[in-house]
């Protein structure tokens, strides 16, 4: 069982998220803002941060880059969660430190398997 951080400022997609990691049996974290998913980053150490990079007020990239810069929260793994599916929006994540990259709408059929991989450290 892992525990995840799950950042997503619609409700509705972060509880359609959190319902499908926890019947894989995941612990889950949430958040709504870039600036609360940098302070629960380092006060819980999730396993694993799912980061919507859409969020309103410090978005999701700027909240990554954070993330990975702290002494304690450097090492865990970002997935982007996000809607941004242009051509350079992958390669952008990837400089703002995010590991990984799960377009939305997310496959519910596929997501328990993508999160897998990247806990196991392997990009899918």
Known sequence: MAKILIVEDNEDSR??????????GHHIISAESGEE????A???IPD???MDLGLVGMNGLTA???IKKGETTSLIP?????AYAMDGDR???MEAGCDGYITKPVDIRRLP???EHYLKGSET
């Open 15 to 24: 509880l359609l998220v959190a319902k499908i990691l926890l019947r894989a």
């Open 37 to 40: 998913a940098v302070r629960l």
């Open 42 to 44: 380092g006060a819980e």
């Open 48 to 50: 694993l941060i799912l």
């Open 64 to 66: 990554a880059s954070l």
């Open 78 to 82: 970002i997935v982007a969660l996000t």
């Open 91 to 93: 390669e952008r994540t």
């Open 113 to 115: 398997a993508q999160v």
